[in-house]
Nanobody, 124 residues
Framework: QVQLVESGGGVVQSGGSLRILCGAS????????MVWVRQATGKEREGVVA????????YYGDSVKGRFTVSQDSAKNMLYLQMNSLKPEDTAMYFC?????????????????WGQGTQVTVSS
């Protein structure tokens, strides 16, 4: 069983930066990808950025390309999301999820393991 815990959310002004973290209890052979998914109030979940933990290749959603950067510390089983040039529309609950082989790296429904989320609020 993979357990995920997010942290680092908070309130930041528009144009500011924030780094959120995802700690995994352990990454077994049942995990090939990790993804950051966000959900704003009243909206569907959106895959933001996915990371192949073996190839270390990243997949970014169009809305965050050039602003967000994902990284992993495999020794610590940590996944990070550095968010720069934040906009009010980035306001959402951000979830970390993990799975073996998603239908598409950014397809949130493909992921089996989920954390509880961390809230990111960007004020205008």
């Amino acid at each position: 069983q993979v357990q995920l815990v997010e942290s680092g959310g908070g309130v930041v002004q528009s144009g500011g930066s924030l780094r959120i973290l995802c700690g995994a209890s352990r990454l077994t052979h049942s995990v090939g990808y990790m993804v950051w998914v966000r959900q704003a109030t009243g909206k569907e979940r959106e895959g933001v950025v996915a990371f192949n933990i073996y190839s270390r290749f990243s997949y970014y959603g169009d809305s965050v390309k050039g602003r967000f950067t994902v990284s992993q510390d495999s020794a610590k089983n940590m996944l990070y999301l550095q968010m720069n040039s934040l906009k009010p529309e980035d306001t959402a609950m951000y979830f970390c999820a993990a799975g073996l082989q998603p239908s598409h790296p950014l397809e949130a429904t493909s992921y089996r393991y989920w954390g509880q989320g961390t809230q990111v609020t960007v004020s205008s």
